[in-house]
């Protein structure tokens, strides 16, 4: 039977629409393992040990220890990485928690995004000049540096290969909080788009002090939240320093909108209003610090511009960031704000200070706020673990934010380690409480369909321009609609979950036509054997749509996955959905939802049809796109 007119056939019938079960429930009634001891069955239960060593007595127990099984590894890899293929999670299943988080800790940054924007930049550039010549290049201005779908393309080739899956995750993760966006003339700078995200990525285990300080005087940052070229006030001209960096980095950066609890609890007043963390007048202050700082040089291939950072001002003070470089911004200490500035909790900056001195202290001011630790750490519980923590899972990651055990603050392993091994995270009584889970990002579904199944070619270019999914399901890397994210924290969507009162971020894109776009794309991926929008000559990456067609590329750059060892087993239609259910929910497939999908492709007798089939079914359904 051909699997294509199967499915076709399928989709007409009422069978496959009730098997769609459409991601309706923030809960899943998943499968509750409790005939074994180990991997996170610990409520209500007390263990002492008469030894001391690495491992806690509970360790033997809740999973981070010695011993869990696969199922545990898979559940804790969704959570913990972009995608995981078998053999991944067994090596966490017989390595435990604690010891892989300590390698994958231990691992140095293994890639550069700015370098691999610039070498599948140096791919295309001869074709460019061989295709429409230099003279046209210049004249109309295309092509003068790599623009956003090149850093995309080099985003999806290092994540695809790189085998440092928490460093990643947690990037992908900050990026979500550290917001800028390609919707914006940022989408001229691939490189410094691309170097902005290096910034996250190398500093996703360091001290989130450091995080903050380099955030601010990036370049990509400063031309998205304008402090680039932020003179100081000039009441004759009526000149007032730009206010938007000021807000942004307390708003959504560091401390939030109200005064908060270690607990991530809203402070109250003795009237019962919300205790606001900063007022206007913060505000403006904040804005006098980020004064004075401009490009450290720009980029135009054919003319020399690299005396133009001598001076204040330029012609190109409100060009795209294409001519802009994507080193840290300098400091004109000319044009920054002079005078004394009044910060937070009383802090005074004294006059005199240099332009750089004056931003240290404010970062200092921010970083050292009660807030940061119950704010940021809520915010990467949400991203990486469930969308309702409680208050006390918030308290146990901001004390750790607060104090690593070694008296250090803002230590960003400390605060990961918290939030990963909390038994919010790891504990399998939690998957039956109705406040755990999240639904899960569609990128994140993407990343791991391609990851879990170790998607190649022969090229080895995996330069996925990802152009047709972003618009499909709201989503791509770097490229949320406004500094906002793609969804806020605090979104609730009409019916249960805004009646019990809990958030649901990612339900804010899951609309009508994301959610049957995300079906058709899964279809494509697994029916279609179409799996990414892989460009690799000028004429389908640049004046022209990338090569949708897969019979326009180059053989050798053809994407697939490796599914030998899943249709090796497709004959036992039981043992095909059990693996499935290992690796892509860590067994959370209901009876109900096993059987389903069983029972449809049983009707196949091909093999691979049966394994492009039970893909497409697990991908849509609800236990799949619900982490828990």
């Known amino acids: 039977m051909n699997i294509k007119l199967f499915f076709t056939n399928m989709l007409r019938s009422s069978y496959l629409l009730s098997l769609l079960l459409c991601l309706c429930s923030t809960i899943s009634d998943g499968q509750v393992y409790d005939d074994y001891i180990g991997a996170g069955h610990m409520h209500k239960v007390l263990i002492s040990s008469s030894t001391d060593s690495q491992y806690s007595a509970t360790s033997t127990i809740n999973g981070l220890g010695l011993e869990i099984d696969e199922y545990a590894a898979s559940r804790f890899l969704n959570y913990s990485s972009l995608g995981a293929d078998f053999e991944t999670i067994n090596t966490v299943a017989d390595m435990g928690i604690s010891n892989w988080l300590d390698m994958q800790f231990n691992l140095a940054p293994q890639i550069s995004f700015t370098d691999s924007t610039w070498m599948i930049w140096d791919h295309f550039y001869p074709q460019y000049i061989s295709i429409w010549g230099y003279d046209y290049i210049v004249n109309h201005g295309d092509a003068v540096i790599p623009y956003w779908f090149y850093w995309k393309m080099a985003w999806w080739n290092n994540i695809l290969k790189s085998e440092d899956h928490l460093r990643q995750r947690t990037a992908q993760a900050l990026s979500q909080i550290f917001v800028i966006s390609e919707k914006s003339n940022l989408q001229l700078s691939g490189p410094g788009m691309a170097n902005f995200y290096d910034l996250l990525y190398n500093h996703a285990f360091g001290n989130f002090r450091d995080l903050l300080y380099d955030v601010s005087l990036h370049p990509m940052m400063g031309f998205y939240l304008s402090h680039i070229n932020n003179p100081k006030s000039d009441t004759a001209a009526n000149i007032h320093p730009d206010e938007n960096y000021a807000r942004e980095i307390m708003q959504l950066f560091s401390i939030g909108l109200f005064e908060l609890n270690l607990d991530g609890t809203v402070v109250f007043d003795s009237h019962g209003f919300p205790v606001p963390t900063y007022n206007n007048n913060d505000i403006k202050e904040f804005a006098k610090i980020f004064t004075g700082l401009a490009p450290?040089?720009?980029?135009?291939?054919?003319?020399?511009?690299?005396?133009?950072?001598?001076?204040?001002?330029?012609?190109?003070?409100?060009?795209?960031?294409?001519?802009?470089?994507?080193?840290?911004?300098?400091?004109?200490?000319?044009?920054?704000?002079?005078?004394?500035?009044?910060?937070?909790?009383?802090?005074?900056?004294?006059?005199?200070?240099?332009?750089?001195?004056?931003?240290?202290?404010?970062?200092?001011?921010?970083?050292?706020?009660?807030?940061?630790?119950?704010?940021?750490?809520?915010?990467?519980?949400?991203?990486?673990?469930k969308s309702n923590p409680s208050p006390e899972y918030v308290k146990r990651v901001a004390t750790a934010f607060n104090n690593n055990g070694q008296g250090q603050r803002g230590d960003m392993k400390s605060?990961?380690?918290?939030?990963?091994?909390?038994?919010?995270?790891?504990?399998?009584?939690?998957?039956?409480?109705?406040?755990?889970?999240?639904?899960?990002?569609?990128?994140?579904?993407?990343?791991?369909?391609?990851?879990?199944?170790?998607?190649?070619?022969?090229?080895?270019?995996?330069?996925?321009?990802?152009?047709?999914?972003?618009?499909?399901?709201?989503?791509?890397?770097?490229?949320?609609?406004?500094?906002?994210?793609?969804?806020?924290?605090e979104f609730q969507p009409n019916g249960p979950i805004a009646d019990a009162d809990l958030f649901a971020p990612e339900y804010q894109i899951h609309t009508s036509a994301t959610s049957i776009n995300y079906i058709n794309l899964v279809y494509n991926w697994f029916v279609n054997d179409y799996l990414g929008e892989i460009a690799t000559h000028a004429g389908n990456a640049v004046h022209n749509a990338p090569s949708y067609d897969i019979n326009d590329l180059d053989p050798a750059d053809y994407l697939y996955l490796d599914l030998t060892d899943e249709i090796n087993i497709a004959d036992d239609a039981n043992a095909l959905v059990d693996r499935l259910d290992l690796i892509l929910t860590g067994g959370l497939f209901s009876d109900e939802t096993k059987?389903?999908?069983?029972?449809?492709?049983?009707?196949?007798?091909?093999?691979?049809?049966?394994?492009?089939?039970?893909?497409?079914l697990s991908f849509i359904a609800t236990e799949y796109n619900v982490q828990k």
């Open 595 to 616: 059987n389903s999908i069983i029972s449809t492709i049983q009707q196949l007798s091909d093999q691979e049809e049966r394994v492009q089939a039970a893909l497409f």
């Open 296 to 385: 450290a040089g720009y980029y135009w291939p054919w003319e020399d511009y690299s005396g133009l950072i001598t001076e204040w001002g330029n012609e190109f003070n409100e060009s795209p960031a294409t001519v802009i470089t994507w080193e840290p911004m300098i400091p004109f200490d000319n044009w920054h704000e002079p005078g004394e500035k009044y910060l937070l909790n009383g802090q005074v900056v004294p006059a005199g200070q240099t332009t750089l001195q004056d931003i240290d202290s404010a970062i200092d001011n921010l970083f050292n706020h009660p807030n940061v630790g119950p704010f940021i750490g809520k915010l990467l519980i949400q991203r990486l673990v």
């Open 415 to 489: 605060v990961i380690r918290a939030i990963l091994t909390d038994a919010e995270a790891i504990d399998c009584w939690w998957q039956t409480e109705s406040t755990s889970g999240k639904l899960k990002e569609p990128l994140l579904r993407y990343t791991q369909a391609l990851r879990a199944f170790n998607v190649t070619n022969q090229s080895g270019r995996l330069w996925n321009w990802g152009y047709l999914f972003d618009e499909a399901v709201s989503q791509g890397i770097l490229s949320s609609p406004s500094v906002f994210n793609f969804y806020l924290p």
